[in-house]
Structure formats: structure tokens, C-alpha cells
């Protein structure tokens, strides 16, 4: 019976994509991208003659229908989707209208640009002591925030943020944060294309000056936005080590020295 998988892409460097997803393209009869981030992939691993189309301009409709019509022909169909398709991938939206046709459906997870933003920059988003919680989030543009979900509220946390979406929105994440109980001199880290081979841009900087670092850098779009008590903590002199790899500390796999 013929399915429609929704594939995780990741952030945009091909070699980012799951095996599993990486064999789903070779085999897909169809695929349907979504946006510029995704179309490498696409054009690395499809299979010869598989059946490629680009999304923009199109409504979830008529991506759906889209998806409907291409089963009769094919068993495999594939969405694929940037990153992650559990973040801001419309997924339900897509996944209710092929439930109603009575299509099968299945997900496989793929690689969050906020995970390569941290690994291009070579960043912890957790450590021991300082945070042990990361916030994935947006601000609030045209899509509203529901209640207790504002900047405002989920910075008073102190926590890891990592906020999609919202480059064009760097004063009001100040006004946000300053609000919330940071300092302008809270590092900040963007990034924008993460893990794209020749194109990633990695911008450094604080809360006061962010948005002049990202304007002479022409960051604009494409960017993953990291606030971060961790951030620069591979230049620390102290840190508090992890529990996990501590020798006193006795866990499943082994036993403390000191026991
Ligand atoms: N599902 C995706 C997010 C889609 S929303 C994921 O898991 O990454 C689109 C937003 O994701 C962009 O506005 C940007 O904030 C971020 N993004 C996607 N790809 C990116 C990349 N390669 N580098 C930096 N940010 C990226």
C-alpha cells in the first residue's frame, strides 16, 4: 500500500539526513521539498527519475493534494521537510488531510537547526550547574504566542532559548530579555545556514550589540537565534564537570572508584 513519509531533511548539509531517510529518497517515486534549505538534499539522494517538486508558492491544499494524487502512482511519496518535521513543519495540518483520504502515513525524525547552530559553533546548550534546560521557541510575529508563552515569561527562566523564526525580530527579543532580568551583555549566538558547506555564517555577540552584528553581516533570514548562560564555556577556566563522568559517581554502566 502505497504511504506518504514525512522525512526530516536536517539543516541543510545532505550528509545530515538520517540512513533511513537517505534510503527513503532513493526509493521515493515522488518527492515534494520544502523551500531552498532542503532541494540539495533532494537532488543528492532521489532516485533517477523520481518525480521532484518544490513546495514554495503552493498551499498546505494544494501540497496535500499534491501528496493524494502521486500515490496512486507510487508507493513511496516523501514530504521532506527542514530539520526536524515536529518544529514548525505544518505536520498535522498535512497528516490530517491524508488520514481523511485514508492514506498511510509515517514520520522520520531528522537533525533541528538548533542542534547544528550549537554544533557549529561548538556550544553546549546544557551544562552542570549553570543550565539543564533548553526552550525551543519563537517570538511572537504574525503567528501569535498562546498565553504564558511570551519571551518575556520563558526568559525569566534563565534557561537555554533557542528561538526559531525570529532574525527580523532582534530589538523586540532585547526589549524581551532586558524585561525578563538579562544584561545587555548576555552572550548571544546566531547562525545563520548552519551546517551549509560554503554558506554557514557563525556571528557572535551580546544582547546590546547582536542586531548591529547580524546587520553587517547581512543575516536577514535562515537563522537560529541562541541565548545561552552556556555560551563561550569552551573558554571557561572553572567548570563544573558532569555527574556522568565523574569518579565518584556510580551509574548503571559503572562502578565509583571510591566504592
Ligand atoms: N523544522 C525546522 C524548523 C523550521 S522553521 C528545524 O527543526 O530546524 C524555519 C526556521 O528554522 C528558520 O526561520 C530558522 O530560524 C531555522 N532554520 C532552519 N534551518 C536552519 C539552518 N540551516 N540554520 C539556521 N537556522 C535554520
Known sequence: MAKVWFVGAGPGDPELITVKGQRLLREAGAIIYAGSLVSEACTRWAGEGCIIADSKGMTLEEITGWLIAQTAQHETVIRLQTGDPSLYGALIEMVQPLDAAGIESAVVPGVSSAFAAAAAACESLTLPEVTQTVILTRVEGRTPMPEGESLRELAQHKTTLCLF????????????????GWQDDNPVLVVQKASWPNEEKIVRGTLGNIRDACRAEKIASQAMIVLSPTLGARHWAELKRSKLYDSDFTHRF??????
Do not use: D, G, V, Y
Request: proline residues 5%.
Open 165 to 180: 523564526l525570529s532574525i527580523t525580530l532582534l530589538p523586540k527579543i532585547r526589549e524581551e530579555l532586558l524585561a525578563a
Open 254 to 259: 559503572r562502578q565509583a572508584e571510591n566504592h
